[in-house]
Each structure stands twice: as structure tokens, then as C-alpha cells.
């Protein structure tokens, strides 16, 4: 196992809420495609045997007393690899959707460029991934509304294939948003000036359980998301022209 | 009209009570108990104090009495509904922040035992 004091010491999480079916299989593969790198499931008081399948297939498990969602969920995996002096941390579904072998490319990539967030991306290239119809309408919806925000294009906004290096740690063990994530995490990043890079990742379909977002969510989702993203740049513009202006009075 | 104001008056000498009875024994902190004091205080004095009310009422430029008693204790709702909104958020924060110390001390606990187990 890697030491989480190395210099590029590395630490897989995988959120799981009643993941009994795929969840062994996630781990193995994540245990083949990057031998000697611990995996954390972060337990979401699941109700079935998630998390005897996680540790039977080599796992560590971090069992959250309550439901807490998929946002309190990573961020209590943050919280953990921050304290443990992880340099880089992985999340990885709980549903098998993420392929194992992309973690590697995730990793040189977060490494090689020293960006903030890297985000594996089912359409930074066409690489034959699917997604549904209203999915796929909400994706384009939020590339649309996040362009002007990021300042660059994101391909892939509601991924939750991503991994952080320590500074985005930093931030994210100190604040995340609990329900969906992705889309403010990067607004959050943002804020701060942090940098972000996508690379091409293959998904599968969902084998077992079910998706948290469902059809009668969706409008709940955007709505959601959105006063999220408007939070947070109304945040972003108070510090940014509190900033104006105090190096306005300075000069 | 007075029939009304009579009862609103008892409603509100009730209110006070249950008040002031579950602060004492501690069922509702004071800090929570304010906004519901004020209100009742309000309703209590209004609906005692005819010419207040009509004075009121005159200032506001509303058409009846009883609409002139019901807007403090209405706006005082919204502002109680919001101000528990406000402890909710924050307790539900709390709540978070805890539940993830617990998961990650047992998580520090369970390594532990099992290096103890393994030393033994």
C-alpha cells in the first residue's frame, strides 16, 4: 500500500448507498487497474450488505451514522484523506458506471499538469459512452450555463468521476455541497481561481440499483443546481470587487 | 367585533402562558420564545387597547379591525418560519459535520483494533 505521506501518495473513494451488487466488483477493479492504492467506501447507511461486499473485496470502509448524502458522502472521504496527508484523492461510483482503467490517465493528468480538479469526461472525445435523453439535455443546459461562470468550456459538468489534488482538499474538507455536487464543486473551484482539465473516459451503464436522480428529481436537480451556481457567484463577485477595490485604494 | 376581540384576548393570555410555561421547564429555550412572546404580547395589547387599534389601523390604511389585529401575528409567523429555517440549516450542518467525525473515528478505531489484533 502507498504511504499517504508519499509525495504523490494517492487515495481511491467510492461513495456506495446500497451498492450490494456492484460494489465488489468496483473495488476489484480498482485494486487491478491501480495495484498498492488503498479504496475507501464511504457508506451511506446502506441497508443491504454493502459494506461486508466491500471489505470482502479488500476495501477500507468509512460508515457515515446517518444518511447523508452523495455531497456529505465525498466530502467525509475528503475529510479523511486531508487528515491522513493524502496527496491526491480519486472518487470513483459505487455503480460500476466508472471504468477502473481510466484512474490512471485521471492520476498522471492531476499530476503532470498540477490543475486542481481533473474530470473524467464521457464527451471530451467521442468514445461511443451514452447517456439518456433528459440526461443528455440537462448536461447541454449546464455547459451552456457554466461557460460564461468557468470562463472555459466543461464537457462533462455532472461527471462524478473526478479527482482533486490537495489544495482542492483543502477547500472541499471545509465546504462542499451535500446535494449534487459536481456542477457547484467546480463554481466553488472556481471561485477560488483553481484550475480544472477534463480527459476522455469510458462509462457503462448502471448494472444494478438505482440512479439517486429519477425523472421526478430532475426539475428539482436544475433548480437546485442552479440557486447553487448563483450562490456561489454572487460569493465569487463580493470577494472579487471587495479585492477591485481594495487595490484600487492601494494604488 | 368585540366578540372577536375577546376571544383573540383570550387566545393571546393562553399563548403567553403556554409560553412562559414550557420556557420555565425548559421544553423551548428563551432565545426560540421571544418571537412567540412578542407576538402574543402584540395580539394582547391590540386586541385590549381599541383606540391603539384603530390608530393602527388608521396608519396602515386598512380597511377593518380585525385584519389590523392579525397582521402582527401573521408577519410574525413569516419571520418565526423563517428564523427556524435559519436553525434548521444550521443544525442540519451541525448534524453533518458530527456524522462525519463519528464515520471517520471509527473509521481511525477499526484500524486499531486491527492492528492490535495483529500484533497480537
Same mark, same amino acid.
Given at each position: 500500500?502507498?504511504?499517504?505521506?508519499?509525495?504523490?501518495?494517492?487515495?481511491?473513494?467510492?461513495?456506495?448507498?446500497?451498492?450490494?451488487?456492484?460494489?465488489?466488483?468496483?473495488?476489484?477493479?480498482?485494486?487491478?487497474?491501480?495495484?498498492?492504492?488503498?479504496?475507501?467506501?464511504?457508506?451511506?447507511?446502506?441497508?443491504?450488505?454493502?459494506?461486508?461486499?466491500? @471489505?470482502?473485496?479488500?476495501?477500507?470502509?468509512?460508515?457515515?451514522?446517518?444518511?447523508?448524502?452523495?455531497?456529505?458522502?465525498?466530502?467525509?472521504?475528503? &475529510?479523511?484523506?486531508?487528515?491522513?496527508?493524502?496527496?491526491?484523492?480519486?472518487?470513483?461510483?459505487?455503480?460500476?458506471?466508472?471504468?477502473?482503467?481510466?484512474?490512471?490517465?485521471?492520476?498522471?493528468?492531476?499530476?503532470?499538469?498540477?490543475?486542481?480538479?481533473?474530470?473524467?469526461?464521457?464527451?471530451?472525445?467521442d468514445n461511443g459512452s451514452r447517456t439518456g435523453t433528459v440526461r443528455s439535455l440537462g448536461i447541454r443546459f449546464? #455547459?451552456?450555463?457554466?461557460?460564461?461562470?468557468?470562463?472555459?468550456?466543461?464537457?462533462?459538468?455532472?461527471?462524478?468521476?473526478?479527482?482533486?489534488?490537495?489544495?482542492?482538499?483543502?477547500?472541499?474538507?471545509?465546504?462542499?455541497?451535500?446535494?449534487?455536487?459536481?456542477?457547484?464543486?467546480?463554481?466553488?473551484?472556481? @471561485?477560488? #481561481?483553481?484550475?480544472?482539465?477534463?480527459?476522455?473516459?469510458?462509462?457503462?451503464?448502471?448494472?444494478?440499483?438505482?440512479?439517486?436522480?429519477?425523472?421526478? &428529481?430532475?426539475?428539482?436537480?436544475?433548480?437546485?443546481?442552479?440557486?447553487?451556481?448563483?450562490?456561489?457567484?454572487? &460569493?465569487?463577485?463580493?470577494?472579487?470587487?471587495?479585492?477591485?477595490?481594495?487595490?484600487?485604494?492601494?494604488? | 367585533?368585540?366578540? *372577536?376581540?375577546?376571544?383573540?384576548?383570550?387566545?393571546?393570555? +393562553? /399563548?403567553?402562558?403556554?409560553? /412562559?410555561?414550557?420556557?420555565?421547564?425548559?421544553?423551548?429555550?428563551?432565545?426560540?420564545?421571544?418571537?412567540?412572546?412578542?407576538?402574543?404580547?402584540?395580539?394582547?395589547?391590540?386586541?385590549?387597547?381599541?383606540?391603539? /387599534?384603530?390608530?393602527?389601523?388608521? *396608519?396602515?390604511?386598512?380597511?377593518?379591525?380585525?385584519?389590523?389585529?392579525? *397582521?402582527?401575528?401573521?408577519?410574525?409567523?413569516?419571520?418565526?418560519?423563517?428564523?427556524?429555517?435559519?436553525?434548521?440549516?444550521? /443544525?442540519?450542518?451541525?448534524?453533518?459535520?458530527?456524522?462525519?467525525?463519528?464515520? +471517520?473515528?471509527?473509521?481511525?478505531?477499526?484500524?486499531?483494533?486491527?492492528?492490535?489484533?495483529?500484533?497480537?
Open positions: 500500500m502507498t504511504s499517504p505521506n508519499a509525495p504523490h501518495s494517492l487515495l481511491v473513494i467510492v461513495p456506495a448507498l446500497n451498492e450490494e451488487g456492484a460494489i465488489g466488483g468496483v473495488v476489484r477493479d480498482i485494486h487491478q487497474h491501480v495495484p498498492g492504492v488503498p479504496v475507501v467506501v464511504i457508506d451511506d447507511c446502506s441497508s443491504d450488505s454493502t459494506i461486508a461486499r466491500a @471489505r470482502e473485496a479488500g476495501a477500507d470502509v468509512l460508515p457515515v451514522p446517518h444518511h447523508l448524502g452523495v455531497g456529505g458522502c465525498v466530502q467525509a472521504g475528503y &475529510k479523511l484523506a486531508w487528515e491522513l496527508g493524502y496527496q491526491y484523492v480519486i472518487r470513483v461510483d459505487g455503480d460500476g458506471q466508472h471504468d477502473a482503467r481510466d484512474i490512471p490517465r485521471i492520476f498522471e493528468t492531476l499530476k503532470s499538469t498540477g490543475c486542481e480538479m481533473v474530470i473524467g469526461s464521457r464527451f471530451a472525445e449546464f #455547459r451552456f450555463v457554466l461557460r460564461p461562470v468557468l470562463g472555459k468550456p466543461v464537457h462533462d459538468p455532472t461527471s462524478g468521476f473526478v479527482g482533486v489534488n490537495r489544495r482542492a482538499l483543502e477547500v472541499f474538507r471545509q465546504s462542499f455541497p451535500l446535494e449534487y455536487p459536481e456542477i457547484e464543486a467546480l463554481v466553488v473551484l472556481q @471561485r477560488r #481561481r483553481f484550475r480544472f482539465e477534463e480527459v476522455p473516459c469510458r462509462m457503462h451503464p448502471r448494472t444494478t440499483g438505482r440512479s439517486s436522480i429519477t425523472a421526478l &428529481k430532475s426539475l428539482y436537480y436544475v433548480v437546485h443546481v442552479l440557486l447553487g451556481v448563483f450562490v456561489n457567484v454572487l &460569493k465569487f463577485d463580493r470577494r472579487f470587487h471587495r479585492g477591485q477595490r481594495g487595490r484600487g485604494a492601494g494604488g | 367585533m368585540d366578540r *372577536l376581540l375577546n376571544v383573540v384576548t383570550g387566545v393571546s393570555v +393562553i /399563548l403567553l402562558v403556554m409560553i /412562559l410555561i414550557s420556557v420555565r421547564r425548559a421544553h423551548i429555550r428563551v432565545e426560540y420564545s421571544v418571537t412567540w412572546l412578542l407576538a402574543a404580547a402584540a395580539m394582547l395589547i391590540l386586541s385590549l387597547a381599541h383606540p391603539l /387599534l384603530e390608530g393602527f389601523r388608521n *396608519l396602515l390604511g386598512l380597511p377593518d379591525s380585525p385584519l389590523t389585529l392579525f *397582521l402582527p401575528a401573521g408577519g410574525a409567523v413569516l419571520i418565526m418560519l423563517f428564523r427556524f429555517s435559519v436553525i434548521i440549516s444550521h /443544525l442540519r450542518d451541525d448534524n453533518i459535520a458530527l456524522a462525519q467525525r463519528v464515520a +471517520i473515528l471509527e473509521y481511525h478505531l477499526q484500524h486499531l483494533r486491527d492492528h492490535e489484533n495483529q500484533e497480537a
